[in-house]
């Protein structure tokens, strides 16, 4: 099966590590023009875009209305109409029941949320324009089975699927999708690095393979027996933003390796 998106320019937020530059790459591969958007206004989205032929790299802090109208307004000045958007960007941080404040709460709504939204009503015009659009929002496998921690990040999350839901009805006959991909956990450096702090911690040993036994046992049981990897969410993401997918509309998919069983 080919996947083919010359001719295609997409938009990845939060390209500049882990998941999204997996994501930004693999668009290109398949022949995608690549923006890659950093919330981080230190250069490292240009720094992943050097090794990215003919990619594009711009900075916006998308959590906030004025950083989503500057990203929309250098697209405009850089004459960029994007055919694919794929909302990558998003955070989570460590609150609980009893100690999340309700700055806590509308932190996560701003970056899981409020950034797909506005991004998504400054692009979605011109792609109804040319009759053609993807959109693919990132998820997490929370908004099917929450947590009782961070229950600011798992309950926005769960708007962003909704959003997903809402979205697809709304650009009905546009030649628009919109598709949720939500994943259990990925093996990135960042959460390596996490789990190798704790199993010093709990004895687990140095070894990775010793201590993923240990994540799938404890943390995230699932029939494959280990992680996702940040190439099986791109690859899903970029079949998504095919014509091959081009009857897979208002979907929350998600990649958890069977660790949700109910249909």
Known sequence: MQLKLTDKIALVTGADRNTGAVIARRLAEFG????????????????????????????????????????????????????????????????????????????????????????????????KRKRWGRIVNL?????????????????????????????????AGTGITVNTVSPGLIHTPDLENGYRARARKKGWGDDWSDILRHIVTEDFPNPCGRLATREEVADLVAFLCSDNAAFINGQNIRLDGGAISHV
């Open 139 to 171: 998820g997490t496998i929370g908004s099917h089975r929450p947590g009782k921690i961070m229950p600011h990040y798992y309950a926005a999350k769960g708007a962003l699927a909704n959003l997903g839901v809402s979205l697809a009805q709304e650009l």
């Open 32 to 127: 995608a023009t690549v923006i890659l958007h950093s919330n981080r206004c230190d250069g490292s989205a240009a720094q992943v875009a050097r090794d990215i032929t003919g990619s594009i790299s711009l900075e916006g802090d998308i959590a906030t209305e004025a950083g989503c109208e500057s990203v929309l307004a250098q697209l405009q000045d850089k004459a960029l109409p994007v055919d694919i958007l794929v909302n990558n960007y998003g955070t989570a941080s460590f609150a609980r029941w009893d100690s999340a404040t309700t700055a806590d709460w509308l932190d996560m709504y701003q970056k899981n949320v409020l950034s797909v939204a506005r991004l998504v009503q400054g692009i979605t015009p011109q792609m």
